[in-house]
């Protein structure tokens, strides 16, 4: 099975700040790589498809990069609603394995 | 709107067995790979299995294979997780989902299940 790792597990950033999180799948999955954001309480909901395509409504301070194995998920300017744990998802092969999540503060 | 709506989660003994239900209504289901996905209490997210529209494929996660099915009614427009030999491992929220362009587009509430004696 794909193994999927994230880093950093979490971190602490300021309002306007530039935040990068990686994603790294144990074996190549071409682009086949989602982002989801779930916010403390709340349902988790698709950010990015297919590594860098954006989910409608998603704002654009939000994009994806990266291919084979190692992805990227940038927020260009946080803010105080983004404050939520962030998952990366192998979507190539199944199990469609999520990461182990990233945890993001203010 | 298209919703997703689970129900049929709550208390059950270790070896037990559920059957969890999810609604979904706004699109054309029977279109769509349905998905189960779990998460422990302060855990992150476990893929669960997946259906295809026409329930013709299905796929489970190691820890669960065997125990847990999933099934479809299109004409009801509901999912199913069938779970068996349930152990405390798989207390947890389940969420159901459904596909599209390669990510989990729509999810549910979730419906909590808890196994303990």
């Known amino acids: 099975d794909i193994q999927m790792t994230q880093s950093p597990s979490s971190l602490s950033a300021s309002v306007g700040d530039r935040v990068t999180i990686t994603c790294r799948a144990s074996?190549?999955?071409?682009?086949?790589l989602a982002w989801y954001q779930q916010k403390p309480g709340k349902v988790p909901k698709l950010l990015i498809y297919v590594a860098s395509t954006l989910q409608s409504g998603v704002p654009t301070r939000f994009s994806g990069s990266g291919s084979g194995t190692d992805f990227t998920l940038t927020i260009s300017s946080l803010q105080p609603e983004d404050v939520a744990t962030y998952y990366c998802?192998?979507?190539?092969?199944?199990?469609?394995?999520f990461g182990p999540g990233t945890k993001v503060d203010i | 709107e298209v919703q997703l709506v689970e129900s049929g989660g709550g208390l059950v003994q270790p070896g037990g067995s559920l059957r969890l239900s999810c609604a979904a209504s706004?699109?054309?289901?029977?279109?769509?790979?349905m998905h189960w996905v779990r998460q422990a209490p302060g855990e992150g997210l476990v893929w669960v299995s997946r259906l295809r529209g026409d329930g013709s494929d299905t796929t489970y996660v190691d820890s669960v294979r065997g125990r847990f099915t999933i099934s479809r009614d299109n004409a009801k427009n509901t999912l199913y997780l069938q779970m068996t030999s349930l152990r405390a491992e798989d207390t947890a929220v389940y969420y159901c989902?459904?596909?599209?362009?390669?990510?989990?587009?729509?999810w549910g509430q979730g419906t909590t299940v808890t196994v303990s004696s």
């Open positions: 998802q192998n979507y190539n092969r199944v199990p469609l394995v």
């Open positions: 989902a459904s596909e599209s362009y390669y990510g989990l587009g729509v």
């Open positions: 706004g699109f054309t289901f029977s279109d769509k790979w």
């Open positions: 074996q190549d999955i071409r682009n086949y």
